[in-house]
Structure formats: C-alpha cells, structure tokens
RNA sequence: GCGGCCGUCGUCUAGCCUGGACUAGGACGUGGGCUUUCCGAGCCCGCAACCCGGGUUCAAAUCCCGGCGGCCGCACCA
C-alpha cells in the first residue's frame, strides 16, 4: 500500500474528506467534501495561514464574489488562455488538443495566439487524421477550463473565478485608499476556486471545487529593493532550485538577491515567508523545495516564478505557486475597465506591480495527513502541531461509573465551549487513548477516583504518553497555554536551522 | 477524453474464472450488555455492502452491453 493509498483510507474511514454526491452514481469526479473532522483541520490550518502569514506581515484580508462577470476574464487573459484549442474525430469521437496533435504529427510548433480557424487550416493543409480511426477531424473549438454561469432571467454571462485572485486585482484600488494609502500593501484572500478540469485525479489533490489562500503583494518596482522587512530573514536557508539545476540547494536570501537569482529584496522576503510557513507546520526543510520555471511552465501572465513544492510519495507536489506578474494584472483591469488604477508613490504615478503567494489549501492538508500520519511499533499517531489537531482535548472517566462519568461529564460540558473536544466512556481507558493518538489529540483528561476526593484530574500529553495531575478549576488554562506553548515550539523548529 | 487494470458493509476483504447451497462470510469499525479500573484485554447480542441501468438465463455479486467512478500512463494543472 503506498502512502497516499494510505493516507486516502484513512481520511475516507474517519469521514475527514470524502466523494461529493457520492449516494449518486452520476457525480462527476474532482468534489469533495470536509467532513466534521476535515473542516476542524482545514479551519485550524487557515487559523495558522492567518497567524503566521496575514497578521504577521499586517497583510488585509478580504472575501469576493465567487461569480464574476465575463469582462474580468477578458481583462484577466483566462477567457482566451485558459482555453485549449480542441478537435473531435468524427467517427470515433476521440477529443484532441489540436496544438499538440499538429505538433505531434509535424514538429511544428503552433503558437499560441493562432485563432481557431487558423488552427483549423493547418489540421486541413497537413492531412492530418484521427491517431485512433484515421477519421476525419471536425472544425477546431476552444474548450474553457472556467464553469460558465448565467446570471439572473436575462442569463448574463458570468463566470466561477478560476483563481481567488482576480477580486484582490479588481478591488485593489478601494482597499489601498479605505486602507493604508500606501505602498507596498498585501491583499489576501482564501476561499474557493473553480476550474473545469478535463480529467481530475488523486483526490483533493486535483479538483474541480478547490480552495486557495492567495496573497498578492502590491510593490513599486523601482523600490523592491528598499525593503526593510527584508533584514530579519536576509540570513535564512532558503532551499532554492534555480533553473536547469536538478536538486535544490540552501541560499540565503542575501545570496540570491546579490546574484541575481532572486530579482529583489521584496520577493525573496516573501519566499522566506512562505517557505518558514511550511516548516513551521512540522514539514522538514529537507523535503521543501522552490522551484524556479522557465517561461515555458510559467503561467501566460508571470514573469518570474517559484513553485513551493514538498517531498510527498507521488513525488513533488505543488503546493504554491509564486508569481512575479508585473503590473500584467492592472494594467488589463485599467485597460477593459476603462479606469484608472494607478496610485501615487513617492511622488511619482505609477501602476503597482505584483507578486503573488498562491497556496493550494486541500493539497497542503493531504500533505500534513501524508507526513504526519506515522505509525511505530506501539502506536499510530497524527502527529501535528498541537494546535493544528481537529480535537483539541478528550475528556474520559476512568471507567464508566456513577460519580466519575457525571465529574467527567461536567467537565466536558466545561471544556466543549471553549475547545474542540469530545467526550468518550465506552471500552478501556487504554483503547480511547490510542483512538485519539490516532486523530492528533494533543490532551486528553481522565477523571479518577482520586478525582472524587481532591478535584484534580489527569491530562495526558499525546507524544510523550505521560500525565499530569491539574486542578479540575485550572484546567481551562492550563490547556489553553499548553496550546500557546505549541506554537512557540512550531516557531523554534522553523528558525533552528537557519 | 483515450488506452490498460479495477468497482462487495463505514474501512479492508472472501466469493466472481467454473451462474444455483450467498437469508453474501470474515476482520476492523460501530450500537447495547456483562466484565475491567490508566495505555488498541475478554465474552454475549445487534448494525452494516454486491456502483447505476439494461440484457442473457428457470436462476446473476458471478456472464454480456452501456453509463458513472477509482488507479496507472498520455495531456492539463493549485
């Protein structure tokens, strides 16, 4: 069985994630659902997107619209470059990509920007035939990776965003003056996306409905070197792959900007960000790696990219795409808008440039489940960062008895508003300890006999199996800064190394 | 979408080739009871499945066709 076979079964038998629609047997593929313990997890993790990335660099959240109307992607490039030019056998119906079809049968090249028509020539002009039948090949058509919406009775053509990002673009100038009026500014976002993906795979890890945690960073180009945030981290081992390299190699933020590798102070600083985040969440920096593209992986509106990727058993997953966009995004909006966009900064007018952190959020959960899902010879245990567990505390009573489940009991019903915590009797004490080392739980509470006499109670910590007595009155707490603690811990392993 | 393999309780699976003894068996899970009284103990009684549709047949989990889904490969991508 490999790990993510693994990890999938164990998701899928704790009801974590699980097939949308599944009761019905025509639910097309790539939705997924969270269930009670997948949203406790995905709500702690976007808790700690917030704490380590959002408040720590002062960056402004905002929530869009998941329907947008048609001219945003006309602006945005994804009405004509998120479109595959396809072409369907007649006879069998096999479905090709036009492009890569002529490349195939050719080796020519097909630029891009060739209208359908022109493609359509060229199929025509060079024979070329269905590689299934040898059928004749239909007119070229475009097929669009975005879900078209029709809004309203007069069914006006709107689109599901195929990135969070687009809102953070068309409501940029609103927020920078309701806001800081100044530059650089960080606007971020988290919430669903949607692209009608030709054939989703692996679970959450390639869906249809899926969510991202983009950020996107406001900068004048001419001052993404006077950066000051950038001292702190200037000394990190950031764990970089340029180009045409095939492993990555640890280089200070300093390094790589005096090189050249790195265009700036401002993009480097947020390299460390992103990458500190994923260490800081338990993942080794060994297994983490940024990844430069060349131009030809790069997406049709970056101009300098780093994909943040992690060790996983399917091989390196792509987790966040890092994107220098230039001012490609505003200066569209400004253009199919008819607005101006342009802020003043230093005296001078100028449109913002753009570096963006897109993270895929389901792909880094399915991470954390593929890391930290160990087992040893004695126990299987999630072993997440303490405050990342979906059951915070469990509340147990020694045995299932009179005096000691009601203690039991009132001190869950003490604990449940305030923590994410479950109350178990059933079985031996033994057997509910495992079952919650298996899902995370950092604490679990035991009411003893002892309990009965003196009011304290026993909290078991999960990776060291040992127990402290604590004041029932204390417990509260207690817990609460056992939890604090847990992210000061996250904070040391993250900067050890560097 | 194509090609290859595959689809049985919540999970993992037996059964399928060679149609009938399958009211579909087991393990884990789960609900209840007894026992136990700090690290996946034991016993008893329950719950729970043949992906969907059509066909062949006296009879289909089993054979055939189609759909949907899964895995791998191609292509695409957070």
């Not at 600083?269 to 060994?286: A, K, M, P, S, T």
């Not at 997953?317 to 607005?339: F, I, K, W």
């Not at 126990?379 to 509340?395: E, F, K, M």
């Amino acid at each position: 069985m490999t790990s993510y076979e693994r990890v999938l079964r164990f998701a899928l038998s704790k009801g974590i994630v699980f097939p949308s629609c599944e009761i019905y047997g025509e639910a097309p593929a790539g939705f997924w659902e969270y269930g009670p313990l997948g949203v406790r997890l995905r709500n702690r993790f976007i808790e700690a997107w917030r704490r380590e990335l959002v408040r720590r660099d002062e960056m402004i959240e905002i929530d869009g619209s998941q329907i947008m109307t048609k001219r945003v992607f006309l602006a945005s490039g994804h009405l004509e470059s998120f479109a595959d030019p396809i072409t369907k056998c007649r006879g069998c119906g096999s479905i090709f990509r036009a492009d890569k079809l002529i490349e195939e049968k050719t080796n020519i090249s097909v630029p891009e920007r060739l209208s359908d028509s022109e493609i359509s020539m060229m199929l025509e002009d060079r024979g070329i035939r269905c590689t299934n039948c040898n059928g004749e090949l239909s007119e070229v058509t475009r097929f669009n990776m975005m879900f078209k919406v029709s809004v309203g009775p007069s069914g006006d053509e709107a689109y599901l965003r195929p990135e969070t990002c687009q809102s953070i673009f068309v409501d940029f100038l609103r927020i920078y003056k309701t806001t800081t009026n100044k530059l650089p500014l960080a606007l971020c976002q988290i919430g669903k996306s949607f692209r009608n993906e030709i054939s989703p795979r692996q679970s959450i890890l390639r869906q249809r409905e899926f969510y991202q945690a983009e950020i996107e960073v406001f900068f004048n180009p001419k001052k993404a070197d006077e950066f000051d945030k950038f001292e702190q981290y200037k000394d990190y081992a950031l764990m970089l792959q340029p180009l045409n390299e095939d492993k990555a190699v640890k280089v200070t933020p300093s390094e790589a900007v005096a090189s050249g590798l790195i265009s700036n102070r401002l993009i480097a600083y947020y390299l460390v960000l992103i990458q500190r985040f994923y260490e800081r969440l338990g993942i080794n920096r060994e297994s983490v790696r940024l990844r430069q593209l060349d131009s030809e992986e790069r997406a049709f509106y970056a101009r300098e990219s780093w994909d943040l990727e992690v060790k996983t058993s399917l091989g390196w997953l792509e987790l966040v795409a890092c994107n220098n966009r230039g001012d490609y995004d505003l200066t569209r909006h400004m253009e199919v808008s008819g607005q101006d966009l342009s802020v003043v900064d230093d005296g001078e007018r100028i449109v913002p440039h753009v570096f963006e952190l897109s993270m895929g959020v389901d792909r880094s959960l399915y991470l954390l489940l593929e890391h930290l899902y160990l087992t040893d010879s004695k126990r299987t245990i999630l072993r997440l960062p303490y405050h990342l567990a979906p059951i915070q505390v469990a509340v147990f009573p020694l045995v299932d008895k009179g005096e000691l489940t009601k203690l039991a009991e009132r001190i869950y019903n003490d604990l449940k508003v305030d923590f994410d915590s479950f109350y178990d009797s059933r079985e031996s004490i033994g057997r509910r300890y495992r079952k919650m080392d298996e899902l995370g739980t950092p604490f679990c509470v035991t009411v003893d006999h002892q309990s009965l006499e003196d009011g304290t109670v026993t909290v078991r910590d999960r990776d060291t199996m040992s127990q402290i007595r604590v004041p029932a009155s204390e417990l509260k707490q207690r817990i609460q800064r056992l939890l604090e603690e847990s992210w000061g811990r996250a904070c040391d392993r993250g900067l050890g190394e560097s």
